[in-house]
């Protein structure tokens, strides 16, 4: 691990820990594949159904598990409180999420896809799978399944590992 955190000094070409090689870094070569993932799945989703990237990701929230709340979604995915709250009332004002307060607590909500919501969610969702699907099948060297489980695997260890 050590190799791949150290890089070459550019003045003496010896083993340095106070240099980068951006095209070896791990931590930038993550941040431009979830730019690039972005931009991807930015361009499905906007041209799919003209949401966002935070309406997207709040309704897939939605939908994948009914019922969840806003601090549930704000714990599972990259967005703050803000961004979360103003996805949540922008899907709402569209009629693809409605907003039930918790019977236990009031001052929760849960939150539901509507049926447009859900149609909109699987259109969406059959758009994206269909796409990655071809632009790996098309991949000079392809990804198989198992490696793929593998990286996604991967990714949840380093992003565990950076949370604590």
């Known amino acids: 691990m050590t190799d791949i955190l150290e890089t070459l ?9 106070d ?22 799945i930015s361009a499905i989703v906007r041209e799919s159904a003209d949401l966002n990237s935070s309406q997207w990701r709040v309704l897939a929230a939605i939908a994948e598990k009914p019922g969840r709340t806003a601090a549930d979604i704000v714990a599972i995915t990259p967005m703050d409180k803000t961004l979360v709250s103003r996805a949540v009332q922008s899907l ?12 236990e607590d009031r001052r929760r ?8 919501g859900r149609r909109i969610y699987r259109r969406i969702a ?9 632009k790996f099948e098309l991949a000079p060297e392809g ?3 198992d490696q793929l489980e593998k990286f996604v695997a991967d990714l949840k260890t380093f992003t565990r590992a950076l949370k604590t």
């Open 126 to 134: 059959r758009r994206l799978n269909e796409a990655l699907a071809q």
């Open 19 to 40: 240099h980068l090689r951006l095209d070896t870094f791990w931590p930038y070569q993550t941040a431009v594949l979830a730019y690039e993932v972005g931009r991807f």
């Open 109 to 116: 909500s849960a939150l539901s896809a509507t049926s447009e």
């Open 9 to 17: 000094s550019p003045k003496t070409g010896q083993k340095s820990a």
């Open 143 to 145: 990804v198989s399944s």
């Open 92 to 103: 709402i004002d569209m009629g693809l999420v409605v907003r039930t307060p918790m019977k």
